[in-house]
T-cell receptor
Framework: QQQVKQSPQSLIVQKGGISIINCAYE??????FPWYQQFPGKGPALLIA?????SEKKEGRFTISFNKSAKQFSLHIMDSQPGDSATYFC?????????????FGQGTTLQVKP | GAGVSQSPRYKVAKRGQDVALRCDPI?????LFWYQQALGQGPEFLTY????????KSGLPSDRFFAERPEGSVSTLKIQRTQQEDSAVYLC?????????FGPGTRLLVL
Protein backbone atom coordinates (compact mmCIF):
# COMPACT_ATOMS: atom_id res chain seq x y z
CA GLN A 1 0.00 0.00 0.00
CA GLN A 2 3.05 2.21 0.31
CA GLN A 3 4.04 1.73 -3.31
CA VAL A 4 4.02 4.31 -6.06
CA LYS A 5 3.98 2.79 -9.54
CA GLN A 6 5.48 4.78 -12.40
CA SER A 7 5.34 4.30 -16.16
CA PRO A 8 6.82 4.16 -18.69
CA GLN A 9 10.28 3.01 -17.68
CA SER A 10 11.80 4.88 -20.60
CA LEU A 11 10.57 7.45 -23.10
CA ILE A 12 11.94 8.91 -26.31
CA VAL A 13 10.45 12.17 -27.57
CA GLN A 14 11.34 14.48 -30.42
CA LYS A 15 12.39 18.05 -29.64
CA GLY A 16 9.28 20.19 -29.32
CA GLY A 17 7.05 17.27 -28.44
CA ILE A 18 5.11 16.51 -25.26
CA SER A 19 6.53 14.08 -22.71
CA ILE A 20 4.01 12.36 -20.44
CA ILE A 21 4.90 10.27 -17.40
CA ASN A 22 2.28 8.58 -15.24
CA CYS A 23 2.14 7.47 -11.62
CA ALA A 24 -0.40 5.60 -9.53
CA TYR A 25 -0.66 5.14 -5.78
CA GLU A 26 -2.75 3.14 -3.34
CA UNK A 27 -2.47 4.90 -0.01
CA UNK A 28 -5.21 7.54 0.19
CA UNK A 29 -3.43 9.15 3.15
CA UNK A 30 -0.78 10.59 0.82
CA UNK A 31 -1.16 14.37 0.76
CA UNK A 32 1.87 15.64 -1.15
CA PHE A 33 2.99 14.59 -4.62
CA PRO A 34 6.29 15.96 -5.96
CA TRP A 35 8.15 15.26 -9.17
CA TYR A 36 11.93 15.15 -9.14
CA GLN A 37 14.44 15.40 -11.98
CA GLN A 38 17.78 13.64 -11.71
CA PHE A 39 20.82 13.97 -13.96
CA PRO A 40 23.60 11.35 -13.89
CA GLY A 41 25.87 11.80 -10.89
CA LYS A 42 23.55 14.36 -9.29
CA GLY A 43 20.94 14.24 -6.56
CA PRO A 44 17.24 14.55 -7.38
CA ALA A 45 16.01 18.13 -7.79
CA LEU A 46 12.41 19.19 -7.21
CA LEU A 47 10.59 20.13 -10.41
CA ILE A 48 7.03 20.70 -9.33
CA ALA A 49 4.68 19.43 -6.63
CA UNK A 50 0.95 19.25 -6.00
CA UNK A 51 -1.44 18.73 -3.12
CA UNK A 52 -4.59 16.60 -3.61
CA UNK A 53 -6.97 19.54 -3.27
CA UNK A 54 -6.20 20.75 -6.81
CA SER A 55 -6.47 18.86 -10.10
CA GLU A 56 -3.74 20.63 -12.03
CA LYS A 57 -0.67 22.75 -11.43
CA LYS A 58 1.45 24.40 -14.09
CA GLU A 59 4.92 25.89 -13.81
CA GLY A 60 6.43 26.99 -17.08
CA ARG A 61 6.62 23.98 -19.42
CA PHE A 62 5.84 21.52 -16.62
CA THR A 63 2.29 20.54 -15.61
CA ILE A 64 1.04 18.05 -13.04
CA SER A 65 -2.42 16.58 -13.60
CA PHE A 66 -3.95 14.96 -10.53
CA ASN A 67 -6.91 12.56 -10.45
CA LYS A 68 -7.81 11.90 -6.83
CA SER A 69 -10.60 9.41 -7.54
CA ALA A 70 -8.38 7.30 -9.78
CA LYS A 71 -5.37 7.74 -7.45
CA GLN A 72 -3.23 8.77 -10.39
CA PHE A 73 -1.10 11.75 -11.29
CA SER A 74 1.00 12.61 -14.27
CA LEU A 75 3.75 14.96 -15.41
CA HIS A 76 3.49 16.68 -18.76
CA ILE A 77 6.55 18.38 -20.24
CA MET A 78 5.53 20.69 -23.06
CA ASP A 79 7.92 21.68 -25.86
CA SER A 80 10.43 19.09 -24.69
CA GLN A 81 14.08 20.07 -25.13
CA PRO A 82 17.30 18.00 -25.30
CA GLY A 83 18.26 19.57 -21.95
CA ASP A 84 15.24 17.84 -20.43
CA SER A 85 16.89 14.46 -21.02
CA ALA A 86 17.16 13.02 -17.52
CA THR A 87 15.51 10.55 -15.17
CA TYR A 88 12.22 11.65 -13.64
CA PHE A 89 10.77 10.33 -10.40
CA CYS A 90 7.31 10.79 -9.01
CA UNK A 91 6.92 10.54 -5.27
CA UNK A 92 4.32 10.72 -2.55
CA UNK A 93 4.36 11.44 1.14
CA UNK A 94 2.16 12.04 4.15
CA UNK A 95 3.14 15.46 5.40
CA UNK A 96 0.49 15.99 8.04
CA UNK A 97 1.13 14.04 11.27
CA UNK A 98 3.93 12.00 9.74
CA UNK A 99 7.63 12.21 9.00
CA UNK A 100 7.06 13.32 5.42
CA UNK A 101 9.32 10.59 4.08
CA UNK A 102 9.06 10.31 0.32
CA UNK A 103 7.96 7.11 -1.40
CA PHE A 104 9.42 7.19 -4.91
CA GLY A 105 8.35 5.59 -8.15
CA GLN A 106 10.81 3.48 -10.10
CA GLY A 107 11.79 6.33 -12.43
CA THR A 108 11.43 7.19 -16.11
CA THR A 109 14.45 7.83 -18.30
CA LEU A 110 13.56 10.53 -20.81
CA GLN A 111 15.54 11.10 -23.97
CA VAL A 112 14.66 14.12 -26.08
CA LYS A 113 16.06 13.84 -29.59
CA PRO A 114 17.16 17.03 -31.35
CA GLY B 1 23.08 29.97 -0.42
CA ALA B 2 24.76 26.61 -0.13
CA GLY B 3 22.74 23.49 -0.77
CA VAL B 4 23.04 20.11 0.87
CA SER B 5 26.57 18.75 0.71
CA GLN B 6 27.76 15.19 1.18
CA SER B 7 31.18 13.65 1.61
CA PRO B 8 32.91 11.68 0.40
CA ARG B 9 31.39 11.69 -3.07
CA TYR B 10 32.81 8.24 -3.79
CA LYS B 11 33.83 5.50 -1.43
CA VAL B 12 35.31 2.11 -2.22
CA ALA B 13 35.32 -0.32 0.68
CA LYS B 14 36.40 -3.91 1.06
CA ARG B 15 33.73 -6.25 2.31
CA GLY B 16 33.72 -6.19 6.09
CA GLN B 17 35.03 -2.65 6.45
CA ASP B 18 33.14 0.06 8.30
CA VAL B 19 32.26 3.28 6.46
CA ALA B 20 30.98 6.69 7.55
CA LEU B 21 29.10 9.01 5.22
CA ARG B 22 28.62 12.67 6.09
CA CYS B 23 25.77 15.05 5.31
CA ASP B 24 25.76 18.82 5.77
CA PRO B 25 22.16 20.02 5.45
CA ILE B 26 20.98 23.47 4.46
CA UNK B 27 21.42 25.78 7.44
CA UNK B 28 18.28 26.05 9.53
CA UNK B 29 16.59 22.97 8.11
CA UNK B 30 15.01 21.04 10.93
CA UNK B 31 14.32 17.83 9.04
CA LEU B 32 16.98 15.53 7.62
CA PHE B 33 16.44 12.33 5.65
CA TRP B 34 18.71 9.57 4.38
CA TYR B 35 17.78 7.53 1.31
CA GLN B 36 19.44 4.64 -0.51
CA GLN B 37 19.34 4.55 -4.30
CA ALA B 38 20.27 1.33 -6.04
CA LEU B 39 21.38 1.50 -9.67
CA GLY B 40 18.44 2.21 -11.95
CA GLN B 41 15.97 2.52 -9.07
CA GLY B 42 14.19 5.27 -7.18
CA PRO B 43 15.53 6.37 -3.81
CA GLU B 44 14.33 4.38 -0.81
CA PHE B 45 13.86 5.88 2.62
CA LEU B 46 16.29 4.88 5.35
CA THR B 47 15.83 7.21 8.31
CA TYR B 48 14.54 10.63 9.44
CA UNK B 49 15.72 13.19 11.97
CA UNK B 50 13.89 16.15 13.40
CA UNK B 51 16.69 18.26 14.85
CA UNK B 52 18.80 15.77 16.82
CA UNK B 53 15.98 13.29 17.39
CA UNK B 54 15.83 10.22 15.16
CA UNK B 55 12.09 9.84 14.81
CA UNK B 56 11.92 7.15 12.15
CA LYS B 57 14.47 4.48 11.35
CA SER B 58 12.07 2.03 9.81
CA GLY B 59 13.95 1.93 6.49
CA LEU B 60 17.34 0.90 7.83
CA PRO B 61 17.93 -2.53 6.25
CA SER B 62 19.82 -4.09 9.14
CA ASP B 63 21.43 -3.36 12.49
CA ARG B 64 24.68 -2.75 10.61
CA PHE B 65 23.26 0.64 9.61
CA PHE B 66 23.40 3.45 12.12
CA ALA B 67 22.72 7.17 11.78
CA GLU B 68 23.22 10.11 14.09
CA ARG B 69 22.75 13.86 14.17
CA PRO B 70 24.05 14.80 17.61
CA GLU B 71 23.78 18.60 17.39
CA GLY B 72 20.82 18.83 15.06
CA SER B 73 22.89 19.85 12.05
CA VAL B 74 25.49 17.56 10.45
CA SER B 75 24.48 13.92 10.17
CA THR B 76 26.54 10.78 9.72
CA LEU B 77 25.35 7.47 8.30
CA LYS B 78 27.55 4.60 9.42
CA ILE B 79 27.56 1.16 7.90
CA GLN B 80 29.38 -1.55 9.80
CA ARG B 81 30.86 -4.69 8.27
CA THR B 82 29.89 -3.64 4.74
CA GLN B 83 28.47 -6.23 2.36
CA GLN B 84 28.33 -6.19 -1.43
CA GLU B 85 24.58 -5.57 -1.33
CA ASP B 86 25.29 -2.25 0.43
CA SER B 87 26.70 -0.89 -2.85
CA ALA B 88 24.45 2.03 -3.80
CA VAL B 89 24.22 5.81 -3.80
CA TYR B 90 23.36 7.21 -0.39
CA LEU B 91 21.39 10.44 -0.60
CA CYS B 92 20.80 12.97 2.13
CA UNK B 93 17.96 15.49 2.00
CA UNK B 94 16.96 18.33 4.28
CA UNK B 95 13.76 20.32 4.56
CA UNK B 96 12.06 23.11 6.43
CA UNK B 97 8.55 22.35 5.25
CA UNK B 98 7.44 19.66 2.80
CA UNK B 99 10.03 20.31 0.06
CA UNK B 100 13.07 18.08 0.42
CA UNK B 101 16.37 19.31 -1.03
CA PHE B 102 18.80 16.57 -1.94
CA GLY B 103 22.56 16.46 -1.85
CA PRO B 104 24.63 14.95 -4.66
CA GLY B 105 24.94 11.63 -2.87
CA THR B 106 27.79 9.34 -1.90
CA ARG B 107 28.41 6.45 -4.26
CA LEU B 108 29.50 3.44 -2.21
CA LEU B 109 31.08 0.45 -3.89
CA VAL B 110 31.77 -2.59 -1.74
CA LEU B 111 34.24 -5.05 -3.25
Amino acid sequence: QQQVKQSPQSLIVQKGGISIINCAYENTAFDYFPWYQQFPGKGPALLIAIRPDVSEKKEGRFTISFNKSAKQFSLHIMDSQPGDSATYFCAASIVVSNTGKLIFGQGTTLQVKP
Amino acid sequence: GAGVSQSPRYKVAKRGQDVALRCDPISGHVSLFWYQQALGQGPEFLTYFQNEAQLDKSGLPSDRFFAERPEGSVSTLKIQRTQQEDSAVYLCASSLLETQYFGPGTRLLVL
